[in-house]
C-alpha cells in the first residue's frame, strides 16, 4: 500500500523505493536512541535506590522525548503524507527537536556522571 502511495510521483520507482527506505532507517534508528536513553535513565534511577544519592533520572528520561517526537514527524510525513522528505515545517520542527533533545540529554549525562565521580 505504501508503494502505491508513494509511485504516484514524479520521481521514478527506484528513487522512490530508496527515499522510503531512507526514511524507514531513520525512523528505527530515532526509536532506538529514544529507548537507549530511557534504559540510561532507568539504570540512573536504581543507582539512586541503591546509592541513596540524587541522580536527577526523571530529567534523564524525560529529555529524549523530543527524539521520539522526531520520529513520529518522520513516519508521519515519509508513510501518511507520502513525501519523499519532509517539508520546511516539517523538517525545521522534527530536527530542532531532535537538537534540543540531544542537548537536553548530553546535560542530563553530565549530571550523572558528576553525581557518579562525586569525589
Do not use: D, H
Not at 507520502?82 to 523538517?91: N, P, Q
Amino acid at each position: 500500500m505504501v508503494f502505491i502511495l508513494l509511485s504516484k510521483s514524479a520521481f521514478p520507482p527506484e528513487i522512490v523505493n530508496l527515499g522510503l527506505v531512507s526514511s524507514l532507517v531513520m525512523i528505527i534508528a530515532a526509536i532506538l536512541l529514544w529507548i537507549t536513553f530511557i534504559l540510561f535513565g532507568v539504570i540512573a534511577k536504581r543507582y539512586e535506590t541503591v546509592l541513596r544519592k540524587n541522580t536527577g533520572w526523571q530529567f534523564i528520561m524525560v529529555a529524549p522525548s523530543g527524539i521520539l517526537v522526531f520520529a513520529l514527524i518522520m513516519l508521519y510525513s515519509s508513510i501518511v503524507a507520502g513525501k519523499l522528505k519532509m517539508g520546511i515545517t516539517e523538517a525545521g520542527i522534527a530536527y530542532g527537536l531532535f537538537f534540543l533533545s540531544g542537548i537536553l540529554s548530553l546535560i542530563g549525562a553530565l549530571n550523572f556522571r558528576r553525581v557518579v565521580y562525586k569525589k
